[in-house]
């Protein structure tokens, strides 16, 4: 009996322990509506060799005015305490109506604070938070409350509040400071498996640079003179009875089996050195045309000529 009560003890120790682990608190951020302010929260665990886990929240879309939004977010960070490094801040977002999320920063680079601010939607909007692994102090609000206009970073700049979101924010997912590696096939709108791809997308993919490396034999081959140029008729041949051109597939071909571009970039590449052969040698074409016509006016000149003195001989 007496081990039974110890076990029941011990458990509801537990149970107490991890409920005040998680038990949220909550802070209002006010100012104007419009504008994001610096809210200074503690990486509490920096000591305990671990990164803090902050959870901040609004699950009722109409808390403070009607459809002010929802917000649900768990950031993990270490912070590198002048220069410790290992240093990460990881963010992961839902929120619905509003942005309440515009940005965050390590505030220890050059000190040995445990600051770090996260940027939140003003207008008197409220906000909980809790952690699982921490016990979190209750975060600083610089809104213009109680003459907290500023963050002024030690060794550092001063942080005010901003008009728009930053843009690494994902607004609506997850934000992952670092590098990031999958050991397997990542399928975004579309199932993995179904290809050997390392990346499979369903939809559009928008990319400010591609670089492809393996590309394979690059055609300056064309250029050699031991090269076999098509002639044109016979190009012209081709196209008329294929509707397209030689070494290129065919638009039924395209549907089928898509498109690489690495391959289709290269064979586009062999068209235009091969376009620029036939260029030159129009050009020779032209050049040899136009000697042979001068040739010709020149005869012309000199017949008209005789023409000429044979007329003023005659008279």
């Not at 590198?80 to 992961?92: D, F, K, Q």
């Not at 102090?137 to 550092?156: K, L, M, W």
């Not at 400071?177 to 999958?182: E, S, T, Y």
């Not at 050991?183 to 990319?207: E, H, Y």
């Amino acid at each position: 009996m007496k081990k039974i009560v110890r076990l029941l003890l011990l458990q509801l120790l537990f149970s107490t322990a991890l409920f005040a682990q998680t038990t949220s608190s909550s802070f209002t951020v006010g100012g104007d509506f419009d504008k994001f302010y610096p809210v200074v929260w503690q990486d509490v665990n920096w000591e305990s060799h671990k990164p803090t886990i902050l959870e901040i929240g609004r699950s009722d879309v109409h808390e403070n005015s009607t459809w002010r939004g929802s917000l649900i977010s768990k950031f993990e960070f270490h912070t590198t305490r002048w220069g410790h490094l290992s240093n990460y801040i990881t963010a992961n977002i839902r929120r619905s109506q509003q942005e309440f999320v515009a940005g965050w920063i390590d505030a220890t680079g050059l000190n040995c604070s445990r600051d770090v601010i996260i940027w939140l939607r003003g207008g008197g909007t409220t906000y909980h938070y809790s952690s699982p692994n921490a016990t979190i102090p209750a975060p600083v609000v610089y809104d213009g409350a109680d003459g907290r206009v500023a963050y002024q970073e030690i060794n550092g700049p001063l942080h005010t509040y901003k008009i728009a979101v930053d843009s690494y924010v994902n607004t609506n997912g997850t934000t992952y400071d670092g590098d990031f590696r999958v050991n397997g096939r990542i399928g975004i709108g579309a199932n993995p498996a179904g290809s050997d791809a390392a990346l499979s997308v369903k939809g559009k993919v928008v990319a400010s640079e591609i670089k492809v490396t393996d590309l394979g034999t690059i055609p300056d081959y064309v250029f050699d003179p031991s090269y076999q140029l098509m002639d044109l008729k016979e190009v012209e041949d081709f196209t008329k009875e294929n509707r397209h051109l030689p070494g290129i597939p065919s638009e039924a071909e395209f549907k089928k089996e898509g498109m690489d571009l690495a391959t289709m970039n290269t064979k586009l590449l062999q068209k235009v050195e091969e376009l620029t052969l036939y260029l030159i040698q129009k050009d020779n074409e032209i050049k040899d045309l136009k000697i042979k016509v001068g040739k010709i006016d020149t005869l012309e000149a000199q017949i008209e000529g005789l023409k000429a003195a044979m007329a003023t001989s005659i008279k």
